[in-house]
C-alpha cells in the first residue's frame, strides 16, 4: 500500500512524525508536506511564485518533501510529481487542534486530504482536539485501523474522512461514532493592538460557540470523549434549495419588474 502523508502544522510538526511511523507499519509512506505552518490557510494554492521542493532530514534521517507552499500544493505536487504512481491513499495530519463544524472551511488539514478527493483518491484528515496536545498514539492508531477498514469498504469519489479523536488517554475515550458536521460556530473577536510606531493593528481571537447538542455531530461527539469520523464531500451545491428556486422562473430574470 502507497500512503501520502501531509498536514498543516509543517513538515517539523509532533503529529505528522507520529502518523508517519504509525503508517509505516502497513505501507510504504510518502511525506510531503509544507515547510511552515500553514493551519487556516483553508484550499489555497500557490499559483505566482515558485514552489520549492526540498528534501527534509530528521536527525539525519530522510523524512520527506518540505515544500513551500500550501497544504493543498503539498497534495497535488505529492501525486503529479513527487511519487512515481499515486498513492492508494491520503492522510492529512495528526492536526494539533480539532477540525469540526465551520472549522472544516477554514482548515488546511482538511483542505490537503480533500484536494486528494478531488483528484479521486480516497483520504482522510485526522485531527487531536487540542493545541497543546499529549495523546498522538491513539490518533496514530485510529488512523491505521481507519485506513484498512477504508480500503476494504471503499469511499465514493469526492468523498473524504475527517476524523478528530480527543486529546485523552485511550482507556478514557467513550468510543467512536459516525457523525456529520455541526453548525458551531466562531464567535470572532479581532484584537485592537498599537505598533511599536504607534500605529493600529488587529489580531483575531475568539471563542467556539457551541450549538451542537446532538452525538450524531462531530462538535458534540468530540466533546463527550468519542472518536468522530465524518464522511464528508466538496459539492457544496444545496441540493434541497435547487429543488425548491426551480418555482423561482430564474430563466426569467431579465424580465422581472
Ligand atoms: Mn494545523
Not at 502518523?19 to 505552518?37: D, I, Q
Not at 523524512?63 to 513551500?68: I, L, M, N, P
Not at 470523549?225 to 423561482?248: A, E, G, R
Request: hydrophobic content about 40%.
Amino acid at each position: 500500500m502507497k500512503i501520502l502523508i501531509t498536514n498543516d502544522d509543517g513538515i517539523d510538526s509532533k503529529g505528522i512524525a507520529v502518523l508517519a511511523e504509525e503508517m509505516k507499519k502497513v505501507g510504504e509512506v510518502t511525506v510531503v508536506a509544507p515547510r511552515t505552518e500553514q493551519s487556516a490557510v483553508g484550499h489555497a494554492i500557490t499559483m505566482k511564485i515558485p514552489l520549492r521542493v526540498t528534501e527534509y532530514y530528521k536527525n539525519g534521517d530522510f523524512f520527506g518533501y518540505a515544500v513551500e507552499g500550501t497544504p493543498a500544493d503539498c497534495v497535488k505536487i505529492g501525486i503529479r510529481n513527487i511519487m512515481k504512481t499515486p498513492p492508494d491513499i491520503v492522510i492529512s495530519g495528526i492536526n494539533h487542534g480539532s477540525n469540526t463544524a465551520i472549522n472544516i472551511i477554514y482548515s488546511g488539514t482538511v483542505s490537503a486530504a480533500r484536494e486528494a478527493a478531488i483528484m479521486d483518491i480516497p483520504s482522510i484528515a485526522v485531527s487531536v482536539t487540542n493545541h497543546e496536545a499529549k495523546n498522538f498514539d491513539f490518533a496514530a492508531k485510529i488512523s491505521r485501523l481507519l485506513t484498512i477498514l477504508t480500503l476494504k469498504n471503499g469511499l465514493p469519489n469526492g468523498t473524504l474522512l475527517n476524523v478528530n479523536v480527543p486529546d485523552i488517554p485511550e482507556e478514557k475515550i467513550a468510543g467512536i461514532l459516525l457523525t456529520k458536521q455541526g453548525k458551531s460556530k466562531w464567535e470572532d473577536i479581532y484584537e485592537e493592538r498599537i505598533d511599536p510606531y504607534g500605529k493600529k493593528y488587529y489580531w483575531l481571537t475568539g471563542t467556539l460557540t457551541e450549538t451542537d447538542n446532538d452525538l450524531e455531530t462531530d462538535q458534540y461527539a468530540i466533546k463527550n470523549n468519542y472518536v468522530s469520523i465524518s464522511p464528508i464531500h466538496f459539492d457544496l451545491t444545496d441540493y434541497n434549495t435547487f429543488k425548491t428556486m426551480k418555482s423561482w422562473g430564474i430563466e426569467n430574470l431579465l424580465s422581472i419588474t
